[in-house]
C-alpha cells in the first residue's frame, strides 16, 4: 500500500494518533534517501530561458536527487597544463575512451557550490574562490592539472546563468553547481592521464537529509511542505534531527592518504557503512580515526562539531578531514559570536557528554545531530529552538541568501 496514496490529513491523524499512543512505536528521523522522482525537465534547445519559465516545477518535492538541467560548461586540457576556451553544451551524457584514466584508475576530484535566489531575485554564490582554491589544492594531491581561480569561478557563473529557471526560489531550495576535473585521457600502465577534463553542471536541490516518518512501521517520506505543517509535531514530540551511527570496522580515511581532498575516491568506499547505517535506521554515519578507532573524524560528507558550554570543538583538518567551507565558515560566525572555538581531536566518550552536536556542509547545511549511536548505546543531545546550532544556522543561511550584511566579502553576486 502506497503511503503517498493517503491523504495528507489522515496520515496527519494516525501520526498524531501513534506518536501519543505508544510512546516508542514511531520513530522519526532524517536520511540522504533520494528525493521523488521530478518531472523529466522540458527538452533543452539553445535559447535562455526566461526565469519564470518554470512555473510548474514542483519547488516542494525538490530532495537531494538528480535533476537534469538545461545546460553544461566544459574545458579541456591538454599535456601543456593549461585549460583552455571553455564553453556551454546541452547538459547531457558525455563520452569517453574505456581507457580513461578516471573510470579506471579514479584519478578525479569534485566540488559542490550552491547559488541561492535573493527575495530580489538576484543571485548568489558563496565563497566560490575558497572552492576554487581546494580544487586546486586537492588537483595536485591527485597529480592533475587544475582550472585558475577565475577560471573555475567563470565556469560556474556561466552554468548558474545559463540555467537560471533551475535556481529554486527562495526559501525553496538551491541550484546545486557541481565542478569535476577528471582525467579524461586514455591510460593502461598506471600513471596520470594525457588529458583533462573540468566540467560544471548544475541540479536545484531542496533539503538533503529527507524527514522520514514512521507510521506504524511503513516509511514516509515528507516533502518541504509537508515538514512545515508537520513542524510543530516534530517539535512537540522533541525528537532528534539526525541520527549518526558510530562505525568501528570501518574507516573514511588515513594518513597519508586522500582524505583531505575532495577525491572522487573518497566516496565509493564510504557506501558499505552508509547503506548498512541507513537500513537499521540511522541517517548517516560517523567516522572514527583509522589508527586508535577514539577520535572523532567526519559523517560521510559533512564535518561534525560539538558544544559544550560556551565551547564549540570540531576536529582538526590534518589529512583525514575534508577542509569545509562551511565549517571554516561557521568556526568564524561562531568567533564572530563570542564563543571559543577549539580544533582539537575529540573522543567519542567526550562527544557523549556534548550539550549539541551538529554536522556542516554545503548539501547539508547546518544540520542538528539529535543522537549518536557507539556500541549499541544512544546518547542524545539538545535539538530545535534557542540552540546554538540553530542559531549559526540561521545566520549562515541568512548571509548566503542576502538577508544578513555580509561582512566578510563572502558572497558575490552573479545576477
Ligand atoms: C564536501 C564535504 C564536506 C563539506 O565541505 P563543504 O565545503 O562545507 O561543503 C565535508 N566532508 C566531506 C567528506 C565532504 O566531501
Redesign the pocket.
Known sequence: MSFRSLSFQRCLQTFVASSFNSKDKTHRYFSSNPAFPLQQPRKASYKIYSEDENGEMEWEKLGFGPVSTDFMYSMKCCEDGNFVQGNLTHHGNIEFSPFAAVLNYGQGIIE?LKVNRKENGGLLLFRPDQHALRMKMGAQRMCMPSPSIHQFIHAVKQTALANIRWVPPPGKGSLYIRPLLIGSGPVLRVGPAPEYMFLTYASPVGNYFKVLLYLNDKQLILTSNEIELYGLLIKLQGRTPLSLYVEEEEVRAFSGGVGGV?SVS?YGPVLKALVRAKSLGFSDVLYLDSVSKKYLE?V????IFTLKGNVISTPPTSGTI?P????KSIIEIALGLGFQVEERYISVHELTEADEVFC????VGVAAVGSVTYRGTRFEFKVGENTVCQALGSILVGIQTGLIEDKEEWIINIH
Open positions: 559542490g575532495k573518497n567526519e560521510s560528507a559533512s564535518n575534508l569545509g567551507i562551511t565549517r556542516t556542509g554545503t548539501a
